[in-house]
């Protein structure tokens, strides 16, 4: 009897062992999306583990442990494309967003919650690209739609934002900060003079991708933010989500040699507006399984 539960001992902590080591750690990152070397700077830490025709990849926060992202993809580098189920988890364990994608694209309903538990809200990703809000509630549980139509508004700080819903469908948002308006949604959005076409031809033009980047194999997407203001002249540049230094200095310097923009309209009028634009950096390197 003895030997036999020592047996099963081994056996079970062997398997557990397996399970584990299936599971590895691919980077630590910092809360701008940054990746940096060891858990001390790191805000999150990221495994990948192989699943089928794909992977499980996962996040932690640091140095909690706790888990923040679970979800399937089917690539991991240079960047991210979820195939599945994907859930983002606050650090206290509650779910805060759940919702299926293909190939990179949400689809179906997405819910989001608060950090109490409670249900944020709800909206549909079609297959046209329409992404539906079709409820949202406040914190104490109020909804603020009536029939797919209202105002959402919340506050951060001194900056309050605005979000009009018309059948489902965010019409404009804007926020507001010491008087300014800037509008983030509009009914016609600010446009590159000569439009994507001429804008894609402007930035294979400018674009340079540093050799320090490239000799050291970084790549990825690099999202800038910046204002157009009413008469088109870009302002208040910044890094949503960054790669490296130079990768994101580079997209800020072609970015601010940009020539003035057709300005963003609501009402038929020219508003400033925040626009947020992706400048992609990439090798032929990827690790998608086949």
Same mark, same amino acid.
């Given at each position: /009897?003895?030997?036999?539960?020592? @047996?099963?001992?081994?056996?079970?902590?062997? &398997?557990?062992? !397996?399970?584990?080591? =299936? #599971?590895?750690? %691919?980077?630590?990152?910092?809360?701008? &999306?940054? #990746?940096?070397?060891?858990?001390?700077?790191?805000?999150?830490?990221?495994? $990948?583990?192989?699943?089928?025709?794909?992977?499980?990849?996962?996040?932690?926060?640091?140095?909690?442990?706790?888990?923040?992202?679970?979800?399937? !993809? %089917?690539?991991? #580098?240079?960047? +991210?494309?979820?195939?599945?189920?994907?859930?983002?988890?606050?650090?206290?364990?509650?779910?805060?967003?759940?919702? &299926?994608?293909?190939?990179?694209?949400?689809?179906?309903?997405?819910?989001?919650?608060?950090? *109490?538990? *409670?249900? !944020?809200?709800?909206?549909?990703?079609?297959?046209?690209?329409?992404?539906? %809000?079709?409820?949202?509630? *406040?914190?104490?549980?109020?909804?603020? @739609?009536?029939?797919?139509?209202? +105002?959402? =508004?919340?506050?951060?700080?001194? *900056?309050?934002?605005?979000?009009? %819903?018309?059948?489902?469908?965010?019409?404009?948002?804007? !926020?507001?900060?010491?008087?300014?308006?800037?509008?983030?949604?509009?009914?016609?959005?600010?446009?590159?003079?000569?439009? /994507?076409?001429? /804008? /894609?031809?402007?930035?294979?033009?400018?674009?340079?991708?540093?050799?320090?980047?490239?000799?050291?194999? +970084?790549?990825?997407?690099?999202?800038?933010?910046?204002?157009?203001?009413?008469?088109?002249?870009?302002?208040?540049?910044?890094?949503?989500?960054?790669?490296?230094?130079?990768?994101?200095?580079?997209?800020?310097?072609? +970015?601010?040699?940009?020539?003035?923009? @057709?300005?963003?309209?609501?009402?038929?009028?020219?508003?400033?507006? &925040?626009?947020? @634009?992706? $400048?992609?950096?990439?090798?032929?390197?990827?690790?998608?399984?086949?």
């Amino acid at each position: /009897m003895k030997t036999s539960a020592l @047996l099963l001992v081994i056996v079970i902590i062997a &398997r557990v062992g !397996c399970a584990q080591s =299936s #599971e590895k750690r %691919i980077a630590y990152l910092s809360k701008d &999306r940054k #990746e940096v070397f060891g858990a001390g700077d790191a805000a999150f830490s990221r495994t $990948i583990e192989e699943a089928g025709d794909g992977f499980i990849l996962r996040e932690y926060y640091q140095p909690s442990g706790k888990l923040r992202v679970i979800a399937e !993809c %089917i690539e991991y #580098e240079p960047e +991210i494309v979820y195939h599945g189920t994907v859930k983002h988890y606050y650090e206290n364990g509650i779910l805060r967003r759940e919702g &299926r994608y293909e190939e990179g694209y949400a689809t179906g309903v997405f819910v989001e919650y608060y950090e *109490t538990g *409670t249900i !944020c809200q709800r909206k549909e990703y079609q297959s046209d690209d329409k992404e539906l %809000i079709l409820q949202h509630y *406040t914190p104490d549980g109020k909804e603020e @739609l009536t029939q797919g139509n209202g +105002i959402i =508004s919340t506050t951060d700080g001194e *900056t309050v934002c605005n979000l009009e %819903i018309k059948n489902y469908l965010l019409l404009n948002s804007y !926020c507001i900060k010491g008087g300014d308006t800037v509008y983030t949604d509009v009914e016609k959005p600010a446009e590159f003079p000569g439009g /994507m076409t001429a /804008m /894609m031809k402007f930035l294979q033009t400018h674009v340079k991708y540093p050799a320090d980047a490239r000799r050291n194999g +970084i790549q990825g997407s690099v999202l800038t933010g910046f204002d157009i203001d009413k008469n088109g002249k870009i302002s208040n540049l910044s890094t949503v989500r960054g790669v490296s230094d130079d990768l994101n200095d580079e997209s800020l310097r072609v +970015i601010s040699a940009m020539p003035h923009w @057709l300005p963003a309209r609501v009402g038929g009028k020219a508003v400033k507006s &925040r626009f947020v @634009l992706p $400048i992609k950096f990439r090798l032929a390197t990827s690790n998608r399984r086949r």
